[in-house]
C-alpha cells in the first residue's frame, strides 16, 4: 500500500468531515502526501493546509471539477493548483452557481417518487449550501431510515434513468482543464473505471483530455478493482500521462477505502506527484505560513 493520497473530500463540498479531521485521519494511516479534491470548490484547502502542517504532511491544494463530456458526467482532478488564480477562481464558481437550481429540481422528481422533504433534508447535511449535490440527497434518505445505504439510494434513485437524477450541464472538458493549467496545476481523469463507457469511448476521453491538456489519469482509486489499475496504468503509458492515486473518501464507512492509503501504482506507470514536486508544499513550508 502507498502512503500518498491525491483525491479526497471534506464536508467543504460533499465530504462528511471537516478538513482538519480529514487530514488528521489520513495522518494516523501514516499518509505522506495528500491533497484535498473537493467537488468545484477549493473552501477547503486552508484549513487543510494548516492540518497538514500540524501533522507534518507533504500537502497538495487540489480540486474536482465536475464536467459534461457528450452524454456523460466525468470528473477531473486538478493538483497543484492555486485556489486564489482569478480564472480558476471564477470557472468554479460559474459551476457552483447551478448546484441549488438543480437540488430544487431534483426535491421535485423525488416527491414525485413518494419522498419528502429531501431539499430541505439535504440543505440541512451540506456545510456549504451553494455545494448541494447527490450525496447530501443520499445521506438525507439515509438518515431518515427510508433507504438502508448510500449505495442503494445512488442505485435506486440517483443515477440516470432513475426518480431523483436530474441531469446537469457541467464545465466543458476543454474549460475545466484550461481552468487548472491556468490555475498552475495538472489535470487528471478521476476514477475512469466508474464511467459506464467502452474501451472506444474512453481512448475518445482520453485523446480529448490530453488534447486539452491533460496529463494524467487516476489509475490508484478506491473505486478500481485490480484489472481496472491494470487497464488503465497500461492506457496510462500508450497515451505517454502521468498516473495518479486516490482514495475517493468522503466519508467513514461509505465506499471502499479510506483515506490516506492507496494501491501502489504498477512499475510501468509515471507518477504524477514527480511532475508536481514544484508545486508540493512541505510541512516546513506550511509551518512557516
Not at 41 to 55: D, I, K, N
Not at 100 to 128: P, T, Y
Not at 242 to 259: C, K, L, M, N, W
Request: glycine share 12%; aromatic share 6%; net charge negative.
Amino acid at each position: 500500500m502507498a502512503s500518498i493520497d491525491l483525491h479526497f473530500h471534506s464536508h467543504a463540498s460533499d465530504g462528511a468531515l471537516p478538513p482538519e479531521q480529514v487530514i488528521a485521519r489520513a495522518a494516523e494511516r501514516e499518509a505522506t502526501l495528500v491533497a484535498l479534491t473537493d467537488h468545484d470548490c477549493t473552501h477547503g484547502l486552508a484549513a487543510a493546509r494548516a492540518e497538514a502542517a500540524r501533522q507534518g504532511l507533504a500537502f497538495l491544494n487540489g480540486v474536482e471539477v465536475s464536467v459534461s463530456w457528450g452524454k456523460h458526467t466525468v470528473h477531473i482532478v486538478g493538483l497543484g493548483i492555486d485556489p486564489e488564480q482569478p480564472t480558476l477562481a471564477a470557472g468554479l464558481q460559474s459551476i457552483r452557481d447551478g448546484r441549488v437550481n438543480r437540488a430544487r429540481q431534483m426535491s421535485d422528481e423525488l416527491v414525485k417518487a413518494g419522498i419528502q422533504g429531501a431539499f430541505d433534508g439535504a440543505m440541512a447535511l451540506c456545510d456549504n449550501p451553494e455545494m448541494i449535490g447527490r450525496t447530501h440527497f443520499a445521506r438525507f434518505l439515509v438518515n431518515s431510515g427510508q433507504v438502508k445505504d448510500v449505495r442503494t439510494v445512488f442505485r435506486k434513485f440517483l443515477t440516470p434513468g432513475k426518480p431523483g437524477y436530474v441531469a446537469h450541464e457541467w464545465a466543458s472538458l476543454e474549460d475545466a482543464v484550461g481552468w487548472i493549467r491556468a490555475g498552475g496545476g495538472e489535470a487528471v481523469i478521476a476514477h475512469p473505471g466508474r464511467y459506464d463507457m467502452g474501451r472506444t469511448l474512453i481512448e475518445r476521453l482520453i485523446n480529448d483530455f490530453k488534447q486539452a491538456g491533460g496529463r494524467g489519469i487516476e489509475v490508484a482509486s478506491g473505486s478500481h478493482s485490480l484489472d481496472d489499475m491494470h487497464k488503465f496504468a497500461l492506457l496510462a503509458d500508450r497515451h505517454e500521462l502521468y498516473s495518479s492515486a486516490g482514495s475517493d473518501f468522503h466519508a467513514p464507512g461509505e465506499g471502499g477505502r479510506d483515506v490516506g492509503r492507496t494501491d501502489d501504482l504498477p512499475p510501468i506507470c509515471k507518477p504524477i506527484w514527480n511532475a508536481l514536486a514544484a508545486r508540493i508544499i512541505r510541512p516546513a513550508d506550511l509551518a512557516q505560513g
